[in-house]
């Protein structure tokens, strides 16, 4: 059985408009039961698991939220 899986991967931001962002990506994708979500750069990778959010569900949020 395969199953889809909707993953949100994104550049490293800033919130700044002239500011350089860091290397790396940022990553969210849902789970049975919640959410992973995290980052990798060149100094680590992280992640979280937490559950949906009424909005966006598992994907990332936007700065402009």
Known sequence: MVSR???DLQAMRTREPNAVPPPGA???????????TGAVT???VSLSATGPIAEVGCNL???TH
């Open 5 to 7: 899986i909707n993953v």
């Open 26 to 36: 940022a990553f969210g994708f849902s789970v049975k039961g919640g959410c992973v």
């Open 42 to 44: 060149p100094d680590a």
């Open 61 to 63: 949020m936007p700065f």
